[in-house]
């Protein structure tokens, strides 16, 4: 009798990870439309008579499961390739007392624009593979942690495609398939 109880539950656990996890997959593969008029206000605009742009990141923190807001500023450069860059930099980097879901040594080896689409291809480190925890959850923070975040503050890019040193890969550590390009979550965001 225990035998069958303990079938059971695994068989339920299985199915409703299995149900999450398709919901979690559609929902980054399709373009999300619901951001907040009041969240996007200023970020991603070029400071009036200045070489630097307002910019606002994202990150999780321990008191909910969403992104909370932190503002930036950073200087401009001579192409929006740079100013990518240096933002994705930001991002790696962290802030104190907030979560940036990414193991700590990653790098961002190079970009892409590819303007058609919207499409930004962003090359990390192999550290990107190496050092990253298991699990689903951990695999969704970091792929919504980059999108939402390229994606608020830039315009013009509708989605973002990963590759690890050069490569496309099938996953980061065994569960989101990121071969296709993912679209912006913004529900992981939290209003100011």
Partial sequence: MNKKILYSLIGLALVFFFSSLIIFIKSGKEPQNNQSSSLKDQAGQPLPGSSRMKVKA?????????????????????????NYHKFIDLLLKGEENYIAPVPEGVELRTLYLIEKPGMLVLDFTEELIQKFPAG????????????????????????????IAGNEIQTISGHIDIEQPFYPNFRYFKDE
């Fill in 58 to 82: 994202f990150f999780f923190v321990e008191s909910t499961r969403f992104m909370v807001p932190v503002d930036y500023e950073i200087e401009l450069s001579s192409t929006r390739e740079e």
């Fill in 136 to 163: 689903t959850a951990s695999e969704l923070e970091f792929i919504y942690f980059m999108v939402n975040n390229i994606c608020y503050n830039f315009s013009e890019i509708k989605k973002v495609k990963f590759l």
